[in-house]
């Protein structure tokens, strides 16, 4: 059983720039829900797909955007990118459904925006 | 509107001794009341989780008191060793869909 992965683990854009962050879940997952942590802060909830659909949204404006694919995997892209927008970047999967089931974090992808 | 607030921000305690952190939360409709562990460079991790339903559940050396009138959770590690070093954040969600996070407790526990 693989874990949780994400690419790349580093990234550093200007700002203005756009960005895809990229998330493959733990096999047998259908989940995937994205998370910004700033530095010295606890997660933020950004967005959860559940087979490809989202499936709720935090409090993060349209330009944080996302996709899953059919295998389940995710991509999140921010556009204009803001200074602020300088986190790390956390998804993390869990198999969906009407019982409540654990998620799993990936390793995070460090965004510094310029 | 900070959903979760978690205290302290910081937490130092010798090896051997109990370190307790606290959380507050706002949204009655939470059903699902998880505490994670992170390591630097790591995502954060599932420790213990609570529904509220129950006012206490103990896995091992970790502990959740859950008091649900005041709308309070605990987490409780017995007997810490230095390698429950780390940052422990307290989370709450409803239906598993958003998860509201605290801001995070680092803790140092002394040799």
């Known amino acids: 059983e693989t874990g949780v992965t994400q690419s790349p683990t580093h990234l550093i854009k200007t700002r203005g720039q756009q960005v895809t962050l990229r998330c493959s879940s733990q096999?047998?997952?259908?989940?995937v829900s994205w998370y910004q942590q700033a530095l010295g802060q606890g997660p933020q909830f950004i967005f959860q797909y559940y087979r490809e659909e989202e499936n709720g949204r935090g409090n993060f404006p349209p330009r944080f955007s996302g996709l899953q694919f059919p295998n389940y995997s995710s991509e999140l892209n921010v556009n204009a990118l803001e200074l602020d927008d300088s986190a790390l970047y956390l998804c993390?999967?869990?198999?969906?459904?009407?019982?409540?089931?654990?998620?799993?974090f990936g390793p995070g992808t460090r965004l510094t925006v310029l | 509107q900070q959903q979760v607030k978690q205290s302290p921000q910081s937490l130092i305690v010798q090896k051997g001794g109990i370190s307790i952190i606290n959380c507050a939360y706002e949204?009655?409709?939470?059903?699902?009341f998880p505490w994670y562990q992170q390591f630097p460079g790591k995502g954060p991790a599932l420790l213990i989780a609570?529904?509220?339903?129950?006012s206490e559940k103990k896995e091992g050396r970790f502990t959740i008191s859950f008091n649900k009138s005041a709308k309070q959770f605990s987490l409780h590690i017995m007997d810490s060793q230095p390698g429950d070093s780390a940052t422990y954040f307290c989370?709450?969600?409803?239906?598993?869909?958003?998860?509201?996070f605290g801001s995070g407790t680092k803790l140092n526990v002394k040799p």
């Open positions: 096999s047998g997952h259908n989940t």
């Open positions: 949204n009655t409709a939470f059903d699902y």
């Open positions: 609570i529904r509220p339903d129950v």
């Open positions: 993390a999967s869990s198999l969906g459904g009407p019982i409540y089931n654990e998620q799993f």
């Open positions: 989370a709450a969600s409803y239906n598993f869909n958003k998860f509201y």
